[in-house]
């Protein structure tokens, strides 16, 4: 099945994140897509499409968040016909990191509502676009807050400051509109962030999104989280570079913006949070404020207070919020009780399928009505903010399969998230075996170099139009271990895991120094070798992990996958010493692995079909 060309994760940033658009623009079909004409009043369009007509008005909003009284600027999406006495449902979305109500991706979010019958409230979020404050990051307590005085809007309760009101929003109570949210990436947090305090929404679709930051931009995928990761220091940079330069490209911008000369545009947290990662430093008393305020804007937080039901999507090729962060929130919700199901789409941060021909959603391309993500959104609305009877709004969990050819088939579902079932042992001849009883006895080392050895994915290489070479490690830089060539085709779906135990006196002497920096870091990830050696590493995801102790055995939870490895194709387990799109080792720290038929590394594999 042909692939589309992974985009540079920055580029995406821009793009994705930014107006979170390429994927997820999310406009009408092809054969709905608003004509705009231009009025003489300039806050006011009208828009005409094969499904209906609808007005659009620019409108604002002061709030008090975070301290700072500010105005958000807000578009208002008003379907013909709904007034007062036939109300209709609302939608609120707002947009990805960097971008605005205007970017074409997030007004398309109200172009699709409003041409499908709702009343769409669109806007840019805090501190991005025409909206004043500071960026927060999706702070319940900032941004949530701040969302929840639009759906006071929506509710009829408050006025826009020039005095629009919408009565025409469906209630189910005084002063309790019935009102949705959707969107990705920043656009997606927001929405639980809103849901935690506010329970007057009522349905959430939060797409490509995080659950805890702290691991996002920090991560340790080891099962023991008591030490900080290793820094992805691209995709967090790369944020920082766009949140921080839009005083210097608009120095107009509205004062309640501007924070201070050492951090223009954040709050101050969010500054000391990246100050932190930068210095490559973790010593015990600045770990535990970084980590307790990264966790604080995250759902991992407040998700105990989201009670809206949700449907998570999330993408398989996402090196920024991979598939372990929207199976952590929905493990949450669920436990809770709260109403969730959950979608592993092909697209996220780092590229994907996008092209409807390969059953994909791609809104823009005019297939909501007709892929399988953009069905079950639509089902989800249908059930939560139409209220009609009987709507199956799908399995518990689906997820794409890039090696089917039929678009109708793509997705396959089941009641939950397969977990491993199959054990590869780590043999001392650098194979992988499927019996203890075949593990060679046998030591084998690999030493970090002071520069990066290893490559997985570039987040910067699409901003200074540089391409992203393919991956690779650096022979005496890693270890791997290699299966025979497969009888039958595997299909690995969800989070394989990996217990190791490796050995590094140098390690053994610092680890406890109070630095968690001084701590061992490592790289596991999972490649695909073909019958003609060419080596894929899957969806070019890897697993950082920074040791707790050495001296004691650890499991690595890799990141979710959704891979078939063909028959004939051997599958090959890498530990490697660095990796160039993250932070790594503080000093050279040999490492060796050994392995014995009655102690041995094992790889746990969640195969499906078996």
């Known amino acids: 099945m042909p692939r589309s060309r992974p985009r540079s994760p920055l580029a995406l940033v821009l793009a994705l994140g930014a107006p979170v658009a390429a994927p997820l623009a999310l406009a009408g079909p092809a054969n709905a897509v608003p004509q705009t004409t231009q009025t003489t009043q300039a806050t006011r369009t009208t828009q005409a499409t094969q499904t209906g007509e609808y007005t659009v008005t620019a409108l604002k909003f002061t709030v008090q968040a975070g301290g700072r009284n500010c105005v958000v600027d807000a578009d208002l999406y008003r379907p013909a016909g709904v007034d007062t006495a036939h109300t209709a449902p609302a939608v609120l979305a707002t947009n990805g990191f960097g971008g605005s109500k205007s970017d074409g991706s997030t007004d398309a979010i109200g172009k699709a509502v409003a041409a499908r019958g709702y009343v769409g409230l669109v806007y840019s979020g805090l501190g991005f676009g025409k909206s004043g404050c500071l960026v927060s990051l999706d702070d319940p307590r900032i941004d949530g807050v701040a969302a929840s005085r639009l759906v006071d809007f929506l509710a009829g309760t408050r006025a826009a400051d020039d005095g629009t009101k919408a009565d025409f929003v469906t209630k189910d109570g005084k002063g309790d509109p019935r009102v949705g949210m959707i969107g990705g990436s920043y656009g997606g947090a927001i929405q639980l962030a809103t849901a935690a305090v506010d329970h007057r929404v009522d349905a959430l679709v939060p797409m490509i999104t995080w659950n805890d930051l702290a691991y996002s931009l920090d991560p340790n995928n ?13 995709w967090t940079n790369g944020f920082y570079l766009i949140g921080e330069g839009q005083p210097l490209l608009a120095p107009s911008l509205d004062p309640s913006r501007v924070n201070k000369l050492t951090c223009l545009h954040f709050v101050d947290d969010a500054c000391e949070t990246i100050r932190t990662l930068n210095s490559g430093r973790y010593p015990a008393a600045r770990t535990g404020p970084m980590l307790a305020y ?43 009780g709260t109403t969730a199901k959950m979608i592993w789409q092909s697209w996220g941060h780092s590229g994907g399928l996008t092209d409807p021909a390969t059953g994909e959603l791609n809104i823009a391309q005019g297939n909501l009505e007709t892929s399988y993500v953009g069905k079950r959104i639509l089902a989800w609305f249908d059930r939560y903010l139409q209220h009609k009877k009987g709507v199956d709004t799908g399995p518990a969990f689906a997820y794409y399969r890039d090696w089917i050819t039929d678009p109708n088939q793509t997705y396959a579902t089941a009641g939950s998230v397969p977990t491993p079932s199959r054990k590869l042992y780590l043999s001392g001849d650098g194979k992988l075996v499927d019996n203890r009883k075949k593990v060679a006895r046998g030591s084998r080392e690999y030493r970090n170099w002071l520069i990066p050895t290893s490559h997985s994915e570039s987040s910067l290489a699409g901003l200074i139009g540089l391409p992203d070479p393919a991956p690779h490690d650096t022979a005496g830089t890693y270890l791997g271990w290699t299966s025979e060539p497969l009888t039958t085709a595997t299909d690995v779906v969800g989070s394989p895991k990996a217990t190791l135990k490796v050995v590094s006196p140098r390690t053994e002497r610092v680890q406890n120094s109070g630095d968690a920096a001084d701590k061992l870091v490592l790289f596991a990830k999972l490649y695909d070798i073909a019958p003609d050696g060419t080596k894929t590493l899957v969806h070019r995801l890897v697993a950082p992990v920074r040791v707790p102790d050495v001296t004691r055995s650890f499991t ?43 102690d041995t590394g094992v790889l746990e594999l969640p195969v499906v079909g078996e």
């Open 222 to 234: 080891a099962s023991d989280r008591s030490v900080p990761g290793a820094f992805k220091w691209q």
């Open 556 to 598: 690595v939870s890799l990141p979710g996958i959704v891979h078939r490895y063909e028959k004939g194709h051997r599958l090959q387990f890498v530990i490697a010493a660095s990796d160039d799109a993250y932070g790594g080792n503080k000093g050279v720290k040999p490492v060796t692995v050994t392995s014995a038929p009655d």
């Open 294 to 336: 990264a966790r604080s804007v995250s759902p991992v937080s407040y998700l105990k207070q989201v009670k809206a039901p949700t449907l998570l999507v999330q993408g398989q090729s996402d090196s920024l919020f991979n598939l372990n962060e929207a199976q952590a929130s929905y493990n949450t919700l669920r436990a809770q």
